[in-house]
């Protein structure tokens, strides 16, 4: 199984909005909604930010958004905060019931 | 609080083997499919095993697959994590994590809303 197709990095100023994409295959983005993105500061555990393609778990801010077309996954971020300067992974169910994760996009709050 | 706690890493040879706990707190544990998911230094995130809530349903990656086993205690709710044959390119923080779900073949991966702190495992000689 391929991991995920992610941008090693995006950047953005406070206050703005940032898009961070996930490219997989019809084995996996493609044939469910079973996308999920986590936010990983160094030195810590990864957090939970989406799940299921475009639900927020409680206590994440609405800022955070997430979508799908085809094989393609998308994390919107808006209203930019130093906060959120992290390592974005995204996942996907597979055909194989198995679970695939993203290469990580590094997030910088410029 | 729900809580996951995970130990028994540490520094092993290469070919020698590994257990690793992960034990749940503040949550039903039973009801719940967990992960084992991995981190090489300075890498990304690599999903490697999961088992459904009454461990009927265990799945792998391929890079574990016929060398480490995935079980559960709901007893004693813990999770484990046998390792053997080990390898050099198993040098990783080790996390444990809850699914949204049972994760059976049915309902699968809803994501991973609890991790533990992680226990790392070095493979050299």
């Known amino acids: 199984q391929s991991a995920l197709t992610q941008p090693p990095s995006v950047s953005g100023s406070p206050g703005q909005s940032v898009t961070i994409s996930c490219t997989g295959t019809s084995s996996d983005v493609g044939s469910y909604d079973r996308v999920s993105w986590y936010q990983q500061p160094p030195g810590t555990a990864p957090k939970l930010m989406i799940y299921e393609v475009s639900n927020r778990p409680s206590g994440v801010p609405d800022r955070f958004s997430g979508s799908k077309s085809g094989n393609t996954a998308s994390l919107t971020i808006s209203g930019l905060q130093a906060e959120d300067e992290a390592v974005y992974y995204c996942?996907?169910?597979?055909?194989?019931?198995?679970?695939?994760f993203g290469g990580g996009t590094r997030l910088t709050v410029l | 609080q729900v809580q996951l706690v995970e130990s028994g890493g540490g520094v092993v040879q290469p070919g020698r083997s590994l257990r690793l706990s992960c034990a749940a707190s503040?949550?039903?544990?039973?009801?719940?499919?967990m992960h084992w998911v991995r981190q090489a230094p300075g890498k990304g995130l690599e999903w490697v095993a999961v088992i459904s809530y009454d461990g009927s349903d265990k799945y792998q990656a391929d890079s574990v697959k016929g060398r480490f086993t995935i079980s559960r205690d709901n007893s004693k709710n813990t999770l484990y994590l046998q390792m053997n044959s080990l390898r050099a390119e198993d040098t990783a923080v080790y996390y444990c994590?809850?699914?949204?779900?049972?994760?059976?073949?049915?309902?699968?991966?809803?994501?991973?809303?609890?991790w533990g702190q992680g226990t790392t495992v070095t493979v050299s000689s």
């Open positions: 996942s996907s169910y597979t055909s194989s019931n198995t679970v695939v």
């Open positions: 503040g949550f039903t544990f039973s009801t719940y499919g």
């Open positions: 994590a809850k699914d949204r779900g049972i994760y059976d073949f049915w309902s699968g991966y809803k994501g991973m809303d609890v």
